[in-house]
């Protein structure tokens, strides 16, 4: 989505008493995000410290992705059949997370 995007998805919610959280893992989006009105910010795998501030700052939620790429998740994720590009995928990810 694009900043107007947001903004008028936000601007609807707000009308009907909705608080809009976004699916974000840097600290620009979630930065932007954040300016634009997103009361909650889920995964967040890369944000900086100034971003975490101005969420306290806004009392923005913050709902981090912990494990999901950890080695505690792979025998799960092989029992529901998940495909082996997936798998290299979760490894990779799981190194930075």
Known sequence: ??????????EIATRHGVKVT??????DATREAVNLGVKGIEHGYFLDREVLQLMHEKDVWFVPTMI??????FEFFRRIGAPDWYM???KEVGVDH
């Open 1 to 10: 989505m694009m900043p107007d995007e947001i903004q008028a998805a936000l």
């Open 22 to 27: 976004a699916h974000s893992g840097s600290s």
């Open 68 to 73: 999901v790429s950890q080695p505690a998740t």
């Open 88 to 90: 290299a995928r979760v």
